[in-house]
């Protein structure tokens, strides 16, 4: 018998377990922000003394440039500062473009060896150009890379040469800028004449005289469209001759090109005298082989 306000208390039950998850997510290390706040700061700093250490340099180029103009100081300029090797020279060439060029975004890496000769260039952000590029009057969207040895002349009309009794460098030419859409990468060695639309590739050698389309993948001399990066619906405003040649099956062009080798061999082994007009309505590809086959076969001077 139990007095009144004496009842036995129930034992006090256990908290249950917390579930574990089936794939606990693995421990991110406490040191993680703390480093990458740390490479920020010495990014930050190594900008800040790029930029001391350029100052004397630029009051010499606004000198130089009040004398003799500012493409042509900047050339000079920037042929001294592309002899300076590694990251401190990544660092000095940003910071020395920042203050000459039209923009050039705080992320830009310029390796060495590359050479500008227009101060009306834009480089945005994370703009990429490696070692030995020629840059004229451009405009590089964000994202862009530029492979080694690139060349972007201001346009592709930088010399007239109508004249034949007048020496070229006495006929004048037209500057306009070359526009590269963000994202782009184009190959080592291309040569880029016309705009480039965002998020192309440009092949290795490859040489652009007319305007790519947005997703493009062209290749070749001169460059030409062979597959899309983007679906086929974005480019139903493209030229009708760019989208046919890019949208023809792989077996349509493979067969194009034997029936064009096989009309090319046999004019050659028959000395037919319509050898260059075959040649002329053969693809591309196939012409240039022909050629080096023929320029191969034939004696050295």
Request: aromatic share 4%; glycine share 10%; net charge neutral.
């Amino acid at each position: 018998m139990t007095l009144p306000g004496t009842e036995a208390s129930a034992p006090p039950q256990p908290a249950p377990a917390a579930s574990t998850p089936a794939n606990p997510a693995p421990p991110q290390p406490a040191s993680a922000p703390a480093a990458s706040r740390g490479k920020a700061a010495v990014k930050a700093v190594a900008r800040l003394l790029a930029g001391l250490a350029v100052w004397p340099l630029v009051g010499l180029y606004w000198l130089h440039a009040a004398v003799f103009g500012g493409d042509r100081s900047l050339e000079s300029f920037s042929q001294l500062l592309s002899l300076w090797p590694g990251i401190s020279g990544q660092y000095v060439r940003r910071a020395f473009l920042r203050q000459v060029l039209a923009g050039c975004g705080p992320g830009v890496v310029v390796e060495f060896g590359t050479l500008f000769s227009k101060t009306g260039a834009v480089l945005e952000e994370n703009v990429y150009i490696g070692p030995r590029c020629v840059v004229g009057l451009v405009h590089l969207e964000r994202d862009v890379l530029l492979a080694a040895h690139v060349q972007i002349p201001s346009g592709a009309h930088a010399h007239y040469f109508d004249d034949p009794g007048r020496p070229i460098r006495e006929q004048g030419g037209e500057r306009r800028r070359v526009r590269i859409g963000a994202g782009s990468w184009i190959g080592a060695g291309a040569i880029i004449l016309a705009d480039v639309g965002r998020g192309c590739v440009v092949g290795a050698g490859a040489v652009v005289t007319r305007p790519l389309p947005d997703g493009a993948i062209a290749v070749g001399v001169p460059a030409r469209v062979i597959r899309w990066r983007l679906p086929p619906a974005a480019h139903v405003d493209m030229p009708e001759a760019v989208r046919l040649e890019a949208d023809k099956p792989e077996a349509d062009k493979s067969e194009a090109n034997k029936l064009a080798t096989d009309r090319l061999e046999a004019a050659r082994s028959d000395g037919s005298p319509d050898m260059d007009n075959i040649e002329a309505t053969a693809p591309a590809d196939t012409a240039d082989s022909a050629a080096d086959a023929t320029a191969s076969d034939s004696p050295a001077p």
